[in-house]
């Protein structure tokens, strides 16, 4: 059996390395670095894509969801609603600008910000909501989106887990995550869905006017040279990273089928386990046929163990070589950079119960049936025997 890896990108430049190693030659040989053909191309075909009108590359996922939040205008002292269990960017970039970020627990069936903690939190000085496609999965933009019109308040999806996932509205359309809100922001680190071979971002929009803004911000407030109009930052994608996605994109379905297929596995082995409870669809679909419901991407392949010892599991699955994480092991209300008198524990029972039950599993394109089966057997016998 090969070795598990927690994401195999060595396998997977395999397969595309003639295409990788070709344009990054022709950048070299080329030597236009920053924002050259590649990096234009692929914003065009990523906007094709995804089905938006504007897609602006930059630095890296974290840059672009403060980005969008400068775009918007928000000022210092402005609320931002977000959810406490994420990964800290989220969070970090509203604490950054100054504004007062707002955390709220989540559902403790898909783990995306819950609807109703998100009504509480609204006050008179709320201006926006971000809500995190967490592992893959689309949250629930229909309503999200209506609580947002209610009380005329921006909507950025945090969109760095979900390239590719489609979010099924209760009409039966269907649009990619990061093309439902006013704005959204993705990453291409390495590991992601879509990644490159370095950091790279991108914010997206459908707002003409919000995308002009936004492609003055991400160098240095330019629009002509030297003519700086409004307070900008440094972030743009280099043309060798945007010649990896260019040459990655082509493949993302297939990547994020792959993905799907891995995880139907994964959740077969482990059904009707009772200290076992796997990953759950949107609840706009069965989410049982493959080239059914696309709402979930699996970044992530995340279980809940319950009524177990979750930190020996992972000690185990190290024992044995299956590589895992837990994400996330403390709220973020509860880290030093973001504690606040204002928060309560609880408002925060599903994100405090969640951190103990966590665990991820391998989740990448490479997976093969036989590494799956050693990982669910190793799983199942120690719950078994614990």
Known sequence: ?????????????????????SSIMNVIETTAFVNGPEVHQFQKEFEDYLGVKHVIPCANGTDALQIAMMGLGLMPGDEVITADFTFAATVEVIALLQLTPVLVDVDPVNFNIDIEAIKKAITPKTKAIVPVHLFGLAANMDEIMEVAKEHNLYVIEDNAQGIGADYTSKDGTKQKTGTIGHVASTSFFPSKNLGCYGDGGAIFTNDDDLAHIIRGIVNHGMYER???DVVGVNSRLDSIQAAVLRAKLPHLDDYNKARKIAAQKYSEAFKNHKNIITPTGCGNCSNEEIDGCNCHVYHQYTLKIVDADRDALVKHLNEKEIPCGVYYPIPLHLQKAYQDERYKEEDFKV??????????????TELDDEQIDYITKTVIEFMENN
């Open 226 to 228: 030297y003519h700086h």
């Open 351 to 364: 994100t405090n119960q969640l951190v103990k039950e966590v665990i991820s599993l391998p989740m990448h």
């Open 1 to 21: 059996m090969r070795k598990i890896q927690m994401v195999d990108l060595k396998g997977q430049y395999k397969n595309i390395k003639e295409r990788v190693d």
